[in-house]
């Protein structure tokens, strides 16, 4: 059986780019099938509460998260005083990522919609849950006919749902899922060894 990788969530401060680019240059180097995910791009939570008012504030403007594998974090610490010297990069936060999560919601008002999601839901990656789901189904059968623009509808479904698991397959079922234009998700939040 492979090891599973673990999850670190790194926040570095310094100017986007270079950030970045240091990351994908240790990357690029260091030759092993690395796995990082920009956290704004993805859209995971940010820093604390505390963390944003300061970032509101314009106190530390430069700080990028990064989720990265264990083996990207150990290269990174290994060389993280001579990346800072050189670059005037700091590494400011580094705490494991425990689990991650999203919440989802969706209207659909026909049954093929439906059956769309729901099958996307039943396809995200093995070893993500589906937790807290509700789904209530409505069904009108005075408003069955043509509808074109109409206030009622015969069929209209709605959902919500957390899903929960390793970060990495957490955020490809957030990706299938916002593949569908009738779902809408939260930001993803993020549990964190010490917090």
């Not at 005075?142 to 509808?147: T, V």
Request: hydrophobic share 35%; glycine share 10%.
């Amino acid at each position: 059986m492979a090891n599973r990788p673990t999850f670190y969530e790194l926040v570095i401060l310094g100017p986007q780019n270079l950030a970045h680019g240091l990351l994908t240059g240790l990357i690029l180097g260091s030759g092993h099938g690395a796995i990082c995910f920009d956290g704004p791009t993805e859209d995971i939570e940010g820093a604390t509460l505390k963390e944003r008012t300061k970032s509101i504030l314009h106190i530390r403007p430069h700080e990028n998260q990064f989720i990265v594998d264990n083996v990207t974090r150990s290269l990174l610490k290994k060389h993280l005083k001579l990346i800072e010297s050189e670059t005037g990069l700091e590494l400011i936060s580094d705490r494991r990522v425990l689990k991650a999560r999203f919440g989802f919601e969706y209207t659909a008002f026909a049954g093929t919609y439906d059956l769309q999601i729901k099958k996307l839901l039943d396809g995200l990656p093995q070893g993500v849950k589906l937790v807290n789901h509700e789904r209530e189904e409505t069904v009108t059968e005075e408003a069955k006919g043509p509808e074109g623009y109409a206030p009622l509808h015969d069929f209209e479904v709605r959902a919500t749902g957390d899903i929960q698991g390793r970060i990495d397959q957490v955020i490809e079922a957030r990706h299938t899922l916002l593949s569908h234009p009738l779902v809408a998700t939260t930001e993803i939040q993020l549990e964190l060894a010490g917090s």
